[in-house]
């Protein structure tokens, strides 16, 4: 396999590739061409065989991809072979309803714990999920060795809140606060920002409504 480290723009496509082969795979088609993929996925056929590269030869000129190969591939790739857990740090509006997602519907990730400093929350199960006060974060944290945090909480309390969650040894997090957080080098960011995208998508359909 290729040694070569993994652009983030490539990073973020590789579930949309995996989605789209499971979709091969339940109708029992047996191979795929970057031409196909690129019709299926919106993105241009040159990206895909780029992006494939960066992991060596994963198909055959003439013949593209074999799908159930590359399923598998890209199943141990995204850790889908496995299940993942994940915490929730903030159950308002928003973390209660990523909560109610399913996630096991379409990937082998689940919320297993959440955290929140509501009293009335301390202890309780919500949507299948234990809530924890967050004085218990870290330990839980670590007891459970949990790797990754989707994080809701207000702006004002976002960095503080990251602080702990990287003593606690936390490498990943979801980041849906409008705050650009500060984390060490080693610890990824992923921000989730609502509006922004919304405000993107209004604006691209304004400025092509005459196109």
Do not use: C
Not at 114 to 139: T, W
Not at 163 to 171: I, T, W
């Amino acid at each position: 396999m290729a040694t070569r480290k993994i652009p983030r723009a490539t990073a973020k496509r590789l579930p949309v590739y995996y989605r789209y082969l499971n979709v091969l795979h339940n109708t029992q088609q047996h191979r795929v061409s970057s031409n196909d993929l690129s019709k299926a996925v919106q993105v241009d056929p040159a990206t895909i065989r780029r992006d494939f590269s960066y992991f060596g030869e994963l198909g055959r000129r003439g013949y593209g991809y074999d799908v159930d190969k590359l399923l598998e591939f890209f199943k141990g790739i995204l850790n889908q072979d496995k299940l993942t857990s994940v915490a929730l740090v903030g159950v308002g509006s928003l973390g209660s309803a990523l909560m109610n997602y399913n996630f096991h519907q379409s990937t082998n990730l689940r919320i297993s714990a959440a955290f929140d400093p509501k009293p009335e929350l301390d202890n309780r199960v919500k949507s299948g999920i234990p809530v924890y006060p967050v004085s218990e974060m870290q330990r839980q944290l670590r007891e459970q060795q949990i790797d990754v945090v989707i994080l809701t909480v207000p702006g004002s309390e976002s960095q503080h809140v990251t602080d702990e969650l990287v003593e606690a040894g936390v490498h990943g997090i979801l980041n849906f606060t409008p705050v650009r957080l500060h984390v060490p080098k080693n610890v990824w960011v992923q921000n989730i920002d609502l509006t922004n995208e919304l405000q993107t998508l209004i604006y691209f359909i304004e400025n092509n409504k005459d196109d």
